[in-house]
T-cell receptor, first 114, second 113 residues
Framework: NAGVTQTPKFRVLKTGQSMTLLCAQDMNHEYMYWYRQDPGMGLRLIHYSVGEGTTAKGEVPDGYNVSRLKKQNFLLGLESAAPSQTSVYFC?????????????FGSGTQLSVL | GENVEQHPSTLSVQEGDSAVIKCTYSDSASNYFPWYKQELGKRPQLIID?????GEKKDQRIAVTLNKTAKHFSLHITETQPEDSAVYFCAASSSGNTGKLIFGQGTTLQVKP
């Protein structure tokens, strides 16, 4: 039981390049989330999913797209990377359909956009 | 919109002293308030949480208090130890049964031996 696994762990992009971050969970959780962490700003929700085939916008969705084709996977895409997207990205999952349950976080992806 | 404010941003205490971190939230419909600890270079992990029908919850050296009328909640750590040094995040549930958590900005706690 690996929990929540994120790939890659580190990535450097040039402005305008695209990439996809993969999040996989093996706990059969319904809810999955993508957060970004920036100094002094806490964890801000980018997009989330309440089940296979569903996605919704969070607090800071601009410049990102997501897909949840399979229950266990949640992909975060950057179509045209910008320096403002330099951040640490965390994926998380939760087992129930309410906000009063524990979030299980992945180990994070450090992304630098030059 | 929904907002969670966390103070202080940094906190330094001597080993053995107590530490208190405070958060205020804006959404009166929030009913779940977790606290996460993030050690350097690691992922955030839940350390304690409280629901709106409870005013206080304790777990060994940590406790959380909630004042729903004033819309604020606090984390209390007693007898601090160097291993308590980390970044602590408070969060509040978002209304609308969406599963979202709104996080505070984080508090960097340093416990000096």
């Amino acid at each position: 039981n690996a929990g929540v696994t994120q790939t890659p762990k580190f990535r450097v992009l040039k402005t305008g390049q695209s990439m996809t971050l993969l999040c996989a969970q093996d706990m059969n959780h319904e809810y999955m989330y993508w957060y970004r962490q920036d100094p002094g700003m806490g964890l801000r929700l980018i997009h989330y999913s309440v089940g296979e085939g569903t996605t919704a916008k969070g607090e800071v969705p601009d410049g990102y797209n997501v897909s949840r084709l399979k229950k266990q996977n949640f992909l975060l895409g950057l179509e045209s990377a910008a320096p403002s997207q330099t951040s640490v990205y965390f994926c998380a999952s939760s087992p129930v359909d309410r906000a009063d349950e524990k979030l299980f976080f992945g180990s994070g992806t450090q992304l630098s956009v030059l | 919109g929904e907002n969670v404010e966390q103070h202080p941003s940094t906190l330094s205490v001597q080993e053995g002293d107590s530490a208190v971190i405070k958060c205020t939230y804006s959404d009166s419909a929030s009913n779940y308030f977790p606290w996460y600890k993030q050690e350097l270079g690691k992922r955030p992990q839940l350390i304690i949480d409280i629901r709106s029908n409870v005013g206080e919850k304790k777990d060994q050296r940590i406790a959380v208090t909630l004042n729903k009328t004033a819309k604020h909640f606090s984390l209390h750590i007693t007898e601090t130890q160097p291993e308590d040094s980390a970044v602590y995040f408070c969060a509040a549930s978002s209304s609308g049964n969406t599963g979202k958590l709104i996080f505070g900005q984080g508090t960097t706690l340093q416990v000096k031996p």
